[in-house]
């Protein structure tokens, strides 16, 4: 069944060939909002990917595979845009059932005691070509407020005529800040975690 | 080896026999024996080492300063053990207080460690029904170890509770949280100095002494049940498991003392190792590790 829904995207690849798929949106300039918009996070092109050094010598990849939230952009005033995300902390997924019932356990994320890691921004201010996002993370039962660097991927129309933004938050967490503590020395889990957060949200204009 | 594999197996284990050693040492000397006494010592032994052992499971005291989680506050619990054998020994002729006590300490405790568990599993009642009916529990079987370590004075009980605990801790490991068994196993150890010092001076019992082993061997079977994946079978196995061992060496009056020791460690592997068992999980892909 899976493997039937990935094979969907793939199959229609090719029609992207012709000339009505291949229509570009307009450009991220011509469509961008001239006030604060809120559009919902599309779960299924969002990802929260994380990397963790493992004793030293290479990096292990895992992801969340189920958030929510949502976000608020105005691109001429950074100041009213906002994101909120959520994340089920027992949707850990590192290609390896064993160690992902591990990590869901009190050793690590203990997701029966606290089922959600969620971030809520307080700032968000122009950084370059991008943003600072300023805002609460709470992972664990303890929240701190961090600063991450945003991207802005993109804004435009999908096929179905909702409008569509994307960005990329990447930042490094110390799991010792949110009181995980089981192997984390830089012998053997770490030091730090590098969390990638690919957003991407969508409304009815 | 390696060196951080070394540190986490032996960190457990070393501090609480350390400071349970400490903390029993004054029995030693002939005369300090009496039960008051050694339920105040013993209790300070078993509070106080375990909750060494859980300090350097936790990363030292940074990682108690601010308790969220189970692990964490399991720290606590062995602190607020050694202060329940204080209580009790401060309670020891008033018997109707001493009760009073106990399920009000034991009471309060699941409170604050099963919150989540009161926020996001039981609904309406259940948490009332459910936070009483393991309070009585609990106390019943503190009380009924109180009195088996009263009539079987010597190092059976210690060694049954150790062995008990370190099952438990085999248990707590399989079943998705090396920390907690972790914790367990510093229970464990710091039963084995008792266990010494009850084989050196068999006029020394454990009675009064068991409030941090009640406790924290509670806290850390809920724990293992509601925040990893002990199911509650295994729990209840491993629960039930002091107080089998418990009653064997009550019920076996006529068999040598060290036969009855040997029964004792015989039912609490079964109970234990069935818990392991239970607790077990396969999994069809290649170690993480």
Same mark, same amino acid.
């Given at each position: 069944?899976?493997?039937?829904?990935?094979?969907?995207?793939?199959?229609?690849?090719?029609?992207?060939?012709?000339?009505?798929?291949?229509?570009?949106?307009?450009?991220?300039?011509?469509?961008?909002?001239?006030?604060?918009?809120?559009?919902?996070?599309?779960?299924?092109?969002?990802?929260?990917?994380?990397?963790?050094?493992?004793?030293?010598?290479?990096?292990?990849?895992?992801?969340?595979?189920?958030?929510? $939230?949502?976000?608020?952009?105005?691109?001429?005033?950074?100041?009213?845009?906002?994101?909120?995300?959520?994340?089920?902390?027992?949707?850990?997924?590192?290609?390896?059932?064993?160690?992902?019932?591990?990590?869901?356990?009190? +050793?690590?994320?203990?997701?029966?005691?606290?089922?959600?890691?969620?971030?809520?921004?307080?700032?968000? %201010?122009?950084?370059?070509?991008?943003?600072?996002?300023?805002?609460?993370?709470?992972?664990?039962?303890?929240?701190? @407020?961090?600063?991450?660097?945003?991207?802005?991927?993109?804004?435009?129309?999908?096929?179905?005529?909702?409008?569509?933004?994307?960005?990329?938050?990447?930042?490094?967490?110390?799991?010792? +800040?949110?009181?995980?503590?089981?192997?984390?020395?830089?012998? @053997?889990?770490?030091?730090?975690? $590098?969390?990638?957060?690919?957003?991407?949200?969508?409304?009815?204009? | 080896?390696?060196?951080?594999?070394?540190?986490?197996?032996?960190?457990?284990?070393?501090?609480?026999?350390?400071?349970?050693?400490?903390?029993?040492?004054?029995?030693?000397?002939?005369?300090?024996?009496?039960?008051?006494?050694? $339920?105040?010592?013993?209790?300070?032994?078993?509070?106080?080492?375990?909750?060494?052992?859980?300090?350097?499971?936790?990363?030292?005291?940074?990682?108690?300063?601010?308790?969220?989680?189970?692990?964490?506050?399991?720290?606590?619990?062995?602190?607020?053990?050694?202060?329940? $054998?204080?209580?009790?020994?401060?309670?020891?002729?008033?018997?109707?207080?001493?009760?009073?006590?106990?399920?009000?300490?034991?009471?309060?405790?699941?409170?604050?460690?099963?919150?989540?568990?009161?926020?996001?599993?039981?609904?309406?009642?259940?948490?009332?029904?459910?936070?009483?009916?393991?309070?009585?529990? @609990?106390?019943?079987?503190?009380?009924?170890?109180?009195?088996?370590?009263?009539?079987?004075?010597?190092?059976?009980?210690?060694?049954?509770?150790?062995?008990?605990?370190?099952?438990?801790?085999? /248990?707590?490991?399989?079943?998705?949280?090396?920390?907690?068994?972790?914790?367990?196993? /510093?229970?464990?150890?710091?039963?084995?100095?008792?266990?010494?010092?009850?084989?050196?001076?068999?006029?020394? @019992?454990? %009675?009064?002494?068991?409030?941090?082993?009640?406790?924290?061997?509670?806290?850390?079977?809920?724990?293992?049940?509601?925040? /990893?994946?002990?199911?509650?079978?295994?729990?209840?196995?491993?629960?039930?498991?002091?107080?089998?061992?418990?009653?064997?060496?009550?019920?076996?009056?006529?068999?040598?003392?060290?036969?009855?020791?040997?029964?004792?460690?015989?039912?609490?592997?079964? /109970?234990?190792?069935?818990?392991?068992?239970?607790?077990?999980?396969?999994?069809?892909?290649?170690?993480?590790?």
């Amino acid at each position: 069944m899976k493997a039937t829904f990935l094979a969907i995207p793939a199959a229609l690849a090719p029609l992207s060939l012709l000339p009505f798929w291949s229509a570009e949106p307009a450009p991220a300039a011509a469509t961008a909002p001239a006030e604060a918009h809120t559009y919902a996070i599309d779960a299924g092109h969002s990802a929260v990917i994380f990397r963790v050094k493992h004793f030293g010598v290479g990096y292990t990849y895992g992801r969340f595979n189920e958030l929510g $939230g949502s976000v608020t952009f105005d691109e001429r005033n950074p100041a009213a845009s906002s994101v909120e995300i959520e994340v089920k902390a027992n949707s850990i997924d590192s290609n390896s059932e064993g160690r992902d019932d591990h990590l869901r356990g009190p +050793d690590f994320l203990s997701s029966k005691e606290f089922p959600l890691i969620t971030f809520k921004s307080s700032k968000v %201010e122009k950084k370059g070509d991008g943003y600072a996002v300023t805002g609460d993370l709470s992972l664990h039962g303890v929240s701190k @407020t961090i600063t991450v660097d945003a991207e802005h991927v993109g804004t435009g129309p999908d096929p179905w005529g909702n409008e569509r933004v994307g960005f990329e938050l990447k930042f490094d967490i110390e799991p010792k +800040d949110y009181e995980i503590r089981y192997m984390t020395d830089k012998d @053997t889990l770490g030091p730090g975690i $590098g969390m990638i957060v690919s957003i991407e949200a969508s409304r009815k204009p | 080896m390696s060196s951080a594999f070394l540190k986490a197996a032996l960190g457990g284990i070393v501090p609480p026999i350390a400071v349970s050693s400490l903390c029993l040492a004054p029995l030693l000397r002939r005369g300090d024996g009496t039960p008051r006494a050694a $339920g105040l010592y013993g209790a300070l032994a078993l509070g106080l080492g375990a909750a060494a052992g859980s300090l350097f499971v936790l990363g030292g005291f940074e990682g108690v300063q601010r308790p969220v989680s189970v692990l964490q506050r399991l720290f606590w619990v062995g602190g607020i053990g050694a202060a329940a $054998g204080v209580v009790e020994a401060l309670l020891a002729k008033r018997t109707l207080l001493r009760v009073a006590a106990r399920l009000a300490i034991t009471g309060g405790l699941f409170y604050w460690i099963l919150g989540f568990v009161r926020e996001h599993q039981w609904e309406g009642n259940e948490a009332v029904m459910w936070m009483t009916g393991l309070t009585l529990a @609990t106390c019943a079987v503190w009380t009924a170890l109180d009195a088996i370590a009263k009539r079987r004075p010597g190092p059976g009980l210690p060694l049954a509770l150790c062995a008990a605990v370190s099952g438990t801790a085999g /248990a707590l490991a399989i079943s998705g949280s090396g920390s907690l068994g972790q914790t367990a196993g /510093a229970l464990a150890a710091a039963l084995g100095p008792a266990f010494v010092l009850c084989a050196l001076r068999r006029d020394v @019992t454990l %009675e009064r002494a068991l409030a941090p082993f009640a406790l924290l061997f509670a806290c850390l079977l809920l724990g293992g049940h509601y925040a /990893a994946d002990l199911p509650a079978s295994a729990a209840l196995l491993c629960g039930a498991s002091p107080l089998l061992a418990g009653l064997v060496l009550l019920l076996s009056g006529r068999l040598r003392p060290w036969l009855a020791v040997v029964a004792a460690l015989i039912v609490v592997l079964a /109970a234990t190792g069935g818990a392991a068992w239970l607790g077990y999980t396969p999994t069809p892909d290649n170690p993480y590790y």
